[in-house]
């Protein structure tokens, strides 16, 4: 896949965007809405795809468009899209960033840099320490 091509980007909430505090909102992550803007005024899609629901949602949206973020679409493949159970509810993205994956999240500065192929300064954040870490 080119990463220069335009992409639909699904983006997780808690813990990606902002800090996990669920069910409160926690403090945005370093440089997440930096990258997000450039990201969409690079043409690409944003989804919010997060496990929050109803009015929680609602605060999580709203949070994230008065940071200067209004979504494709939430938690749907595109806008128009009604929840039935007759569909699969995995959403269509080229790319999925969430802090859940395998070794955590790497950081909004790495993902621009993976997207774009562009240098940033590096960021020095804290790792998490994970079970293979214990075998170190």
Known sequence: M???DTLI????????????????????QIFAFETLKKLQEE?????????????????????CKNNGITFYAVNS??????FSNEVSRKIHADIFID??????????????????????NPVITKKKKGFFDLFK
């Open 2 to 4: 080119n990463f220069s």
């Open 9 to 28: 980007i699904a983006v997780d909430f808690d813990g990606t965007i902002v800090e996990d505090a669920y069910p409160k909102i926690g403090k945005p």
């Open 43 to 63: 043409g690409h899609r944003l989804i919010l795809w997060t496990y929050r629901c109803g009015s929680k949602l609602d605060e999580a949206v709203r949070f």
């Open 77 to 82: 493949s595109f806008p128009e899209e009604e």
């Open 99 to 120: 802090d859940r994956n395998i070794g955590g999240f790497i950081g909004w500065g790495e993902v621009y840099q993976m997207l774009t192929n562009e240098k940033v």
